[in-house]
T-cell receptor, first 117, second 116 residues
Framework: ETGVTQTPRHLVMGMTNKKSLKCEQHLGHNAMYWYKQSAKKPLELMFVYNFKEQTENNSVPSRFSPECPNSSHLFLHLHTLQPEDSALYLC????????????????FGPGTRLTVL | AQSVTQPDIHITVSEGASLELRCNYSYGATPYLFWYVQSPGQGLQLLLKYFSGDTLVQGIKGFEAEFKRSQSSFNLRKPSVHWSDAAEYFCAVAPGYGGSQGNLIFGKGTKLSVKP
């Protein structure tokens, strides 16, 4: 149990589809993150939100569009994806971003396995 | 640039044997250090973390890790491995106090297999 849930757990979509991934954290945290995990590559940070404001966009293509309506919810809107975007997309949350013990510890959800055909 | 190296892609140990997973980092100051575990089809679970103080850190599931500044290492250990420990293990670093923007840098992971 991580306190971070993600839906759906699996998603298959065509290159012309539009879909959204949802993440919800029940930990009272203020920061949320999207990561991409591809085979044989390190986890790649995509986006960071702190108090609903985006603080990091790690050169992610515009076909990925994040949305953070409040500190508990994070979405990743997908459109016109490519087959190479197939991966496990992980959401995480942390108490905050500021330095100091404990505030940086990130807690992860189970991920959404995305397949783009 | 910060980086994390996990030199072993795949390790196989016998159940009951001891385990050490290696992690080296490259960073100018003392970073925050983490070990996460990922079971198949699951997200990452935090095993332990080091921020400051005692360089030997105890975590969940009987794991521990030792920070060695001189070697820029943060190796994960367990004295006796259980079959349920089979998973992938990730070492991660974040900038230390005052520098963090939530940017965790992960290694590529070490897959652990356990023989009966």
């Amino acid at each position: 149990e991580t306190g971070v849930t993600q839906t759906p757990r699996h998603l298959v979509m065509g290159m012309t589809n539009k879909k959204s991934l949802k993440c919800e954290q029940h930990l009272g945290h203020n920061a949320m993150y999207w990561y991409k995990q591809s085979a044989k590559k390190p986890l790649e940070l995509m986006f960071v939100y702190n108090f609903k404001e985006q603080t990091e966009n790690n050169s992610v293509p515009s076909r990925f569009s994040p949305e953070c309506p409040n500190s508990s919810h994070l979405f990743l809107h997908l459109h016109t994806l490519q087959p190479e975007d197939s991966a496990l997309y992980l959401c995480a949350s942390s108490p905050g971003l500021a330095g100091g013990e404990g505030t940086d510890t990130q807690y992860f959800g189970p991920g959404t396995r995305l397949t783009v055909l | 640039a910060q980086s994390v190296t996990q030199p072993d892609i795949h390790i196989t140990v016998s159940e009951g044997a001891s385990l050490e997973l290696r992690c080296n980092y490259s960073y100018g100051a003392t970073p925050y250090l983490f070990w996460y575990v990922q079971s198949p089809g699951q997200g990452l679970q935090l095993l332990l973390k080091y921020f400051s103080g005692d360089t030997l850190v105890q975590g969940i599931k009987g794991f521990e890790a030792e920070f060695k500044r001189s070697q820029s290492s943060f190796n994960l250990r367990k004295p006796s491995v259980h079959w349920s420990d089979a998973a992938e293990y990730f070492c991660a670093v974040a900038p230390g106090y005052g520098g963090s923007q939530g940017n965790l840098i992960f290694g590529k992971g070490t897959k652990l297999s356990v023989k009966p």
